[in-house]
């Protein structure tokens, strides 16, 4: 008897899919790797166009199938929400989010699971990041996963506490980390690459918004200091935030417009490019729930510079130089010294480099594939 294990994949070909659509298309392409003996693996999509059922087919090879629901993701988010319908019936179901068909049942009847996933707790902790009607709807969702979820997948124990203190789960929360994502490698034709992109010959990398929680206005306010090194900044992300504008913020910072580059929507090659070239990545979240863009560096092995967001320390296990938030403007300070004190020192730099390669290690899709086929097991 095989037994068939389907994955809700329908982030990939959702209109954005995110990062959330890297982890759907990374997990489960692991997961169909590492399947066991006498099982495999389905997908299920909503209703879509034939495109986007082919797409699905072509970038996750080796799927037994392909469940397509009646309704559309956005008709079948709100039923889903609401519980009104039984697709796509029982079975043994993975969510890699909290988009999943909740609702009651017993496993010991007919072997049915229901286990999501949770990046996140934006809706409770932050919910001007997001919109009112994403707001309601995770809430709405998270509350369905306390009566019906059989599990609750987080990526780190930092956040497994955060989900505690919202919802009582009891046992359920199991952390299965990140990796980075597919194709972050570095290939021959990276100087091309580089060039057009235009790279300056040495700079830091910063992943973020001008969102303030994000802390990339701290790094701004640290390139501006006094004995600073007037090292170029890359800036992985949106050039605007609000009626903010990255350039015009740095200007303020007195930092001249020729050192600030930004870039967004790389491919996984080109962001490969700019973290690896960089002097030291730089992530300094106030807030965090997971590390995987601290793992990305790594696994290129730059040097990282991180707040003490307890899931990047967590992450971290002292590969990177984490910097204390604290309260007012101190963190523009420390961050400012962390800097200094890596761009100055090329030993630091090599030893946080060797670190960091090392604790990239811990950390594969291979090994988030097998803990998930075994907390099915388990169930």
Not at 218 to 244: F, K, M, N, T
Not at 318 to 343: E, F, K, Q
């Amino acid at each position: 008897m095989t037994t068939t294990l389907r994955v809700i994949v329908d982030q990939i070909i959702a209109p954005v899919p995110g990062a959330l659509g890297r982890y759907t298309h990374d997990l489960t392409r692991a997961v169909i790797a590492a399947t066991p003996r006498d099982c495999q693996v389905e997908a299920i999509v909503s209703s879509s166009p034939p495109d986007d059922y082919d797409r699905v087919l072509v970038e996750l090879p080796g799927l037994a199938g392909l469940y397509k629901t009646t309704l559309a993701r956005r008709e079948l988010a709100a039923a889903w929400q609401l519980g009104l319908t039984t697709s796509p019936g029982p079975g043994i179901i993975h969510a890699p989010s909290l988009f999943a068909p909740l609702r009651r049942h017993d496993r010991s009847v007919d072997g049915s699971q229901v286990i999501v996933t949770v990046h996140d707790v934006l809706a409770w902790t932050h919910p001007e990041a997001l919109s009112s009607t994403s707001v309601a709807w995770q809430r709405g969702m998270l509350k369905r996963a306390r009566k019906h979820a059989d599990a609750v997948v987080v990526p780190t124990h930092a956040l497994a506490v955060r989900l505690g203190e919202i919802t009582d789960l009891g046992d359920r929360v199991r952390v299965v980390g990140t990796a980075p994502r597919d194709g972050l490698a570095i290939g021959a034709d990276a100087p091309i690459r580089a060039a057009r992109m235009g790279l300056p010959s040495e700079y830091l990398a910063v992943p973020g918004t001008l969102e303030p929680r994000k802390g990339l206005v701290d790094v701004l306010a640290a390139l501006g200091r006094r004995g600073v090194p007037e090292i170029p900044i890359v800036v992985l992300g949106p050039d605007s935030w609000g009626d903010q504008h990255l350039v015009t913020v740095a200007e303020e910072f007195g930092i001249s417009p020729n050192r600030v580059t930004q870039l967004d929507d790389l491919d996984a090659a080109d962001l490969a490019v700019v973290i690896a070239g960089a002097s030291a990545f730089i992530e300094p979240s106030h807030d965090a729930s997971a590390g995987t863009a601290i793992i990305e560096a790594f696994s290129l092995a730059t040097p990282v510079i991180h707040s003490d967001a307890p899931a990047f320390l967590e992450v971290s296990a002292g590969a990177g130089l984490a910097v204390p938030v604290g309260v007012g403007d101190g963190y523009g300070d420390r961050l400012a010294a962390a800097i200094t004190s890596i761009v100055t020192d090329a030993q630091l730099a090599e030893q946080l480099a060797i670190a960091g390669s090392d604790r990239s290690r811990a950390f594969s899709w291979r090994d988030s594939a097998e803990r998930i086929w075994q907390l099915h097991a388990d169930l």
